[in-house]
C-alpha cells in the first residue's frame, strides 16, 4: 500500500486547501512561486497535502492561470476579498464537494508537516465533539495547520460580521481541540514558517543536509 493510501485511508474524506493568498512582503513577493530544494514553495506544500488528502484546492485572490501547472481548483476569499487567510478558509469550505465534510488547510510558506497531520486533528476533533482542530509544536501554536469541518463556515461569518479577521479568534470561538505533534528522534521540525529569504536559505541547508543523510 502506498504511503498516501495509508495515510488516508481510515479516516473520513478530507479536502486540503493550499493557502497562497499572502503578498509575501518581507519575502520580496511572489512567495508561492520561490524555489525551495529546487522546486517552489507551493509545489512542497501540495506535496504535503497530496499524501494526506483525497481532494486540493489553492486558496488565491490572483489570476488562477498562475496556478495551471499544478491543475488544481484556486478559489478566492470569501465573503470578498481582503479578509486574510480566514477568507481564504471561508472560500475553501465553500468549495467543498459535498461529499466532503472537513478542510484542512496547510500554509504554502510551511514545507513541513506531519504526515499524518489531517487524520491527527479529524480524529481530535471528532473524538471530542468539536469541530475543528489545529496543530501546536513545542509550544507554539498554529493556527493555519488546522482542521475545519463545513460547519465552521458559520463561525467565520459571524467573525466576520464582528470585523474580527483573526484566524485564531475563530478558532476559539469553535472551541477548537489543540494537537500537539512531537518530534521523533531523526524526524523534521515541522511547522516551520519561511517568511524571509534569510528563512528560505536556512531550510534549503536543512533540506539539503537531510538528503545527504538519507543517501548515506
Known amino acids: 500500500m502506498s504511503a498516501k493510501a495509508n495515510s488516508i485511508s481510515n479516516h473520513p474524506k478530507v479536502a486540503g486547501l493550499i493557502l497562497a493568498g499572502g503578498e509575501g512582503r518581507r519575502m520580496g513577493g511572489n512567495k508561492p512561486f520561490r524555489e525551495l530544494a529546487g522546486k517552489p514553495l507551493i509545489a512542497h506544500a501540495i506535496s504535503a497535502a497530496a499524501r494526506q488528502c483525497n481532494h486540493l484546492m489553492i486558496s488565491s485572490n490572483q489570476d488562477a492561470s498562475l496556478f495551471a501547472a499544478f491543475n488544481l481548483p484556486v478559489i478566492p476569499d470569501k ?87 483573526r484566524v485564531g479568534g475563530a478558532l476559539d470561538v469553535a472551541n477548537a481541540v489543540v494537537v500537539d505533534f512531537p518530534v521523533e528522534p531523526g524526524q523534521s521540525t515541522p511547522f516551520i514558517n519561511i517568511n524571509t529569504p534569510t528563512d528560505l536559505n536556512a531550510m534549503d541547508a536543512v533540506l539539503a543536509s537531510l538528503i545527504n543523510l538519507s543517501d548515506r
Open 79 to 165: 465573503p470578498e476579498l481582503g479578509h486574510g487567510p480566514l477568507g481564504g478558509i471561508l472560500g475553501g469550505l465553500s468549495a467543498l464537494p459535498d461529499d466532503i465534510d472537513w478542510l484542512v488547510s496547510f500554509p504554502v510558506d510551511c514545507p513541513i508537516v506531519p504526515d499524518d497531520m489531517a487524520l491527527q486533528l479529524i480524529k481530535a476533533a471528532t473524538d471530542a465533539g468539536k469541530k475543528a482542530a489545529f496543530a501546536s509544536h513545542a509550544g507554539r501554536h498554529h493556527y493555519l495547520s488546522a482542521v475545519w469541518h463545513r460547519d465552521t463556515g458559520e463561525i467565520i461569518m459571524r467573525q466576520f460580521a464582528a470585523d474580527d479577521r
